[in-house]
């Protein structure tokens, strides 16, 4: 991997891409910090601190502390995130989107061109949300309707530019745009996350006790790393022999291949959905300045917000854990349901002229399949769980309070062994052209 990122700096196109996506990713960064007009940005730094708890700290963490600090990108990628789940599940259950999808790319561009309308529908009903809901409580001094108009107006244009910002880093720079603005997000709060944990653990501590808690911070983010990067590698590949055939004069197929499974199939749409769910109800209790009160209600958003899971003063409200937990498994499930179609699967091998050895083609294939797809996705499921649960625990026994979790280290580590491989495809493709030029 070195290697190859050293050798592309040596190729004039390729240097020329990097630069590019360097340049937007300066862009975003410098967004990130310019205030939107007529918003008191103390005010709402303060409400934070005092009110959001779990349900906006994920949001933020998304956001790279654009929310917190109610920048032009405050609302940043997440509707366009939302947007295209939405269309990717809408594709599945409506039979004209789904018959668009299978036009191969001209199809594709018509949902590209649906999927951004929607995001700039739902970044204009998610900003007049905050223009009313936060603006009410102080957000907004003296708040009217020209002042509520330019807030919604500023969030829905900086969605609409981020979304513009992805799509042109994925045409003229390396790797998926919209990946690589969400990761730049999430690593831009790295550095006052790490330098929470210093102030928490180290920082007054005799050197010997500093140093100790240094390692062990240092040792369990390497091991969360290491067990991502072979979550996000690990695979079941089912043999797949096709037969020989007589096309013409020559004999065809023969060949044997496999269908590669990944164990996490769902990637991190599950803890997305999971942590979206859950948060739903105190963002709404939050809007409407009813996030402190007393009673059953309260209650239960305490148990529905991470912040006091694992805490060991109040381990009532850990039964919000063991909800997430299902709504993790339940959603890898769903999830990998709508996106890999066993029987669909099993037509194609069967048309083809091939069979998995040892189960006959047809509707034995299709249960084969669904058997092993089952079982890897219950892999995959806790393997995820237990990422996204080590955070929890520390935040909740320790105190960490750190924004970025297991699900910011899955995506961080998938967008850069995605963009690695797409580096490296790109320069065997300019390999193979300059042979054949030779």
């Known amino acids: 991997m070195f290697e190859t990122l050293k050798n592309v700096f040596r190729v004039k196109d390729m ?8 340049w937007m990713i300066l862009i975003i960064r410098i967004g990130s910090q310019l205030p939107v007009p007529g918003v008191d940005s103390d005010f709402f730094k303060d409400w934070f601190a005092n009110n959001a708890g779990d349900a906006f700290n994920f949001f933020d963490a998304f956001t790279g502390g654009s929310f917190t600090q109610m920048s032009i990108f405050a609302l940043n990628i997440t509707p366009y995130i939302t947007s295209s789940i939405i269309m990717q599940l809408l594709t599945i259950a409506i039979p004209a989107l789904e018959e668009m999808h299978r036009d191969g790319e001209e199809g594709r561009k018509k949902i590209t061109a649906i999927t951004r309308y929607v995001t700039v529908g739902l970044a204009l009903f998610e900003s ?7 603006g009410r409580q102080g957000l907004i001094p003296d708040l009217n309707f020209l002042k ?4 919604v107006v500023c969030l829905t244009a900086g969605s609409a530019m981020l ?7 994925t045409e003229k720079g390396v790797g998926n745009g919209i990946s690589i603005v969400l990761t730049v997000n999430i690593v831009s709060r790295i550095p006052s996350d790490l330098s929470l944990l210093y102030e928490n653990f180290i920082k007054g501590k005799t050197i010997a006790k500093g140093m100790l808690a240094g390692v062990v911070i240092a040792a369990i983010i390497l091991v969360v790393v290491v067990f991502v990067l072979i979550l996000n590698g690990a695979e079941r590949r089912i043999p797949v022999q096709y037969s020989k055939k007589m096309v013409g004069r020559k004999m065809m197929g023969g060949q044997s291949t496999n269908i590669p499974l990944k164990v996490n199939t769902a990637g991190v749409i599950p803890i997305i959905f999971a942590s979206s769910i859950m948060s739903f109800p105190t963002v709404i209790a939050q809007l409407m300045g009813k996030g402190n009160g007393t009673g059953i209600g309260s209650e239960i958003l305490r148990g529905l917000s991470s912040n006091n899971w694992c805490n060991p003063a109040q381990l009532q409200y850990t039964w919000g854990l063991l909800v997430y937990i299902i709504l993790c498994v339940f959603f890898a499930y769903f999830y990998t349901s709508i996106t ?7 037509d194609n091998i069967k048309k083809q002229g091939g069979f998995i050895p040892g ?5 034995p294939t299709s249960d084969y399949l669904t058997k092993i797809l089952n079982y890897i996705i219950f892999i995959g499921a806790v393997g995820l769980i237990i990422v996204a649960v080590i955070p929890f625990f520390f935040n909740g026994v320790f105190g960490a309070n750190v924004s ?3 699900t910011s280290i899955i995506i961080i580590v998938g967008v850069v062994l995605d963009t690695v491989k797409q580096i490296e495809s790109q320069m065997l493709v300019r390999n193979y052209k300059g042979f054949l030029s030779n």
């Not at 240097?15 to 360097?22: A, D, E, I, N």
């Not at 007049?128 to 936060?134: E, Q, R, Y």
């Not at 509520?148 to 807030?151: E, M, S, T």
């Not at 189960?359 to 509707?363: A, L, Q, T």
């Open 15 to 22: 240097r020329r891409k990097l630069l590019y996506v360097v």
């Open 128 to 134: 007049v949300a905050m223009a009313i809901g936060f």
């Open 148 to 151: 509520g108009l330019v807030v």
């Open 163 to 169: 979304m513009w910002i992805g799509e042109r880093i």
């Open 340 to 346: 890999f179609n066993p029987l669909e699967v099993a």
């Open 359 to 363: 189960i006959r083609p047809g509707k």
């Open 404 to 406: 970025f979790g297991g």
